[in-house]
């Protein structure tokens, strides 16, 4: 909108600068435009606003005229005159605007140009005015006004900030369990919260919990020699119950503030598979009843609304407390993560940006809002 709320203000000075003239030709506008630089979107929408308003000038000042009743027309300051003649024009010959964004520009020109006093004016005036000639059910909101309203309906949604972690004052570790679907990026994100609670001055532990492939394990203990952080591993296809809780166990000792638990993949669907992790849950539970204090769903932003129905299937097997949503660098944009919060209040804590363990970011709603839309 910056084009248009320029290029009124811009007409609005041309006019009220060559009002006394009775000649508006084309050498004075490109006078006015030596002078008053602006960027062509600028002044060709200044432009279209002149032109409309000197050939329809008697009709814009007969909807006017009855408004301000105890001023005679050519009685009112100028400004405000010509700031009334612009928006008048613009409501009723340029459809796409909608009156609010009209009428608001309008008011901040007024007072701009014309200070407080010509702001509250012409906001008495333009009021009463839209109401007559753009009732409601008949103003079609701009497209751009459309996507300001669902952003706000969706910046509404999410929360004001995500939260970061924070150990706990007691000297308890804090216990993340990573889990979700195949592929997603649970080891990545993994490595990539390991690197960023290290940078924050935490001491932690990994518990390599995918038992399930030798490649895994090995996967997540290049990442915690890379960045130097204790690893606890249990044998090939042993329990990854029984590996989560011995990492428990090495965070006590070593005085570690957290333990992250990266789990193997599981489809949502396979039973077995579920009631395994409930039981990680379980045992992670048995030192402290209140761990894991953070279990954490890793989503891939590519894979579109299936995201929902994982998200579903594993809050009810155990209760989520936030989501992880990677792989935001490629073509997905993540909006799923709005009917998550939504319908299972699981809020979106951090997002994946690429490979490395630098691509990981806490959740930025403000900004993903406006990157969705
Ligand atoms: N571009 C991009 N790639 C990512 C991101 N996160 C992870 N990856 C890649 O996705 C692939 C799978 O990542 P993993 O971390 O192994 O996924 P996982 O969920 O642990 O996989 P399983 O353990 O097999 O279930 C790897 O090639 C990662 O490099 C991301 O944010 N952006
Ligand atoms: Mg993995």
Redesign the pocket.
């Known amino acids: 909108m910056g084009k248009r709320r320029d290029g009124r203000e811009a007409a609005v000075q041309f006019l009220f600068a060559h009002e006394l003239h009775s000649e508006h030709s084309a050498a004075e506008q490109s006078a006015f435009w030596e002078i008053h630089s602006a960027k062509a979107s600028v002044r060709a929408y200044a432009e279209e606003l002149i032109k409309g308003v000197l050939t329809n000038l008697e009709q814009i000042d007969a909807v006017i005229s009855p408004v301000v009743e105890n001023f005679r027309i050519e009685r009112l300051a100028n400004v405000d005159r010509n700031i009334l003649r612009v928006a008048v024009y613009e409501l009723l010959h340029v459809p796409v605007v909608p009156a609010p964004v009209i009428l608001n520009e309008a008011i901040e020109v007024a007072k701009n140009l014309g200070g407080n006093e010509s702001g509250a004016f012409v906001n008495g005036v333009l009021h009463r005015i839209a109401k007559t000639i753009r009732p409601k059910a008949s103003a079609r909101p701009a497209v751009s006004s459309i996507v300001q309203v669902t952003r706000d309906h969706v910046r509404k949604i999410l929360p004001e900030k995500a939260s970061p972690l924070s150990p706990f004052e007691d000297g308890r570790p804090k216990v993340l369990l990573i889990v979700?679907?195949?592929?997603?990026?649970?080891?990545?994100?993994?490595a990539k919260l390991a690197y960023l609670l290290q940078k924050a001055g935490h001491k932690l532990v990994l518990a390599a919990a995918?038992t399930f492939?030798a490649a895994?394990v090995e996967?997540l203990e290049v990442w915690s020699q890379r960045l130097n952080v204790p690893l606890v591993k249990g044998p090939p296809n042993g329990d990854p119950a029984a590996v989560c809780f011995e990492g428990y166990e090495r965070a006590i000792k070593t005085g570690a503030q957290f333990l992250v638990c990266?789990t193997?993949?599981r489809l949502h669907t396979k039973h077995n598979l579920m009631e395994e992790m409930k039981k990680v849950h379980r045992v992670l539970g048995r030192k402290d009843p209140t761990s894991p204090h953070e279990v954490i769903l890793?989503v891939d932003a590519t894979t579109g609304s299936n995201a929902l129905q994982q998200a579903r299937e594993f809050h009810k097997a155990i209760p989520l407390t936030g989501l992880i949503v990677?792989?935001?660098?490629?073509s997905g944009k993540g909006g799923v993560l709005v009917p998550i919060q939504q319908e299972l209040g699981v809020p979106t804590r951090f997002?994946?940006?690429?490979?490395k363990v630098e691509?990981?970011q806490l959740f930025d709603p403000k900004r993903f809002v406006e990157e969705l839309l």
Do not use: M, P, W, Y
């Open positions: 979700g679907v195949n592929g997603v990026g649970k080891t990545t994100s993994t995918d492939r895994a996967q990266d193997a993949g890793v990677t792989k935001l660098d490629g997002i994946g940006l690429g490979e691509d990981f």
